[in-house]
């Protein structure tokens, strides 16, 4: 996989004078996985990092559910930085990806919709096996 495989995807969102409503369906509709586990990062110090690890093969959509946010993806070849601070935008992360998240802003919330359950196996912990791995895979 490559880092051109990742990308914004615009979510719907209902607009109302009461506030807006944004919705996300699995099954390819919305998000080109079917979504087996949602988590969320919340009270995220300033100045600390989160991520630093790599998937073989999860897929992750990314969303900022309030504040904001930077991601730094980087398939071994090549490093790319998306700021996420809109709720109706996600940031799909396919598999073999290695991946940071800094720069939150106060009081930050980070949903991800993944693709798989927890499984300890499939991460890369250690960038350097990530490179190898990622390298021999191109």
């Known amino acids: 996989m490559s880092i051109n495989n990742c990308l914004i995807i615009d979510l719907p969102k209902i607009t109302d004078p009461r506030g807006n409503l944004t919705f996300i369906e699995g099954g390819g509709r919305h998000v080109p996985f079917d979504i087996k586990r949602v988590y969320y990062l919340y009270d995220v ?57 800094d720069n939150f802003s106060s009081g930050s919330v980070c949903m991800v919709l993944a693709s798989n359950l927890y499984d300890e196996e499939d991460y890369y912990r250690d960038y350097d096996l990530f490179l190898k791995a990622a390298r021999g895979k191109k």
């Open 45 to 101: 110090p300033g100045g600390a990092e989160r991520g630093g690890h790599g998937h073989k093969g999860l897929h992750q959509l990314i969303i900022a559910m309030s504040g904001s946010f930077d991601v730094v993806l980087d398939d071994g070849c090549e490093k790319k930085r998306f700021h996420l601070n809109r709720s109706y935008y996600g940031l799909y992360v396919c598999p073999m990806i290695w991946r940071e998240l």
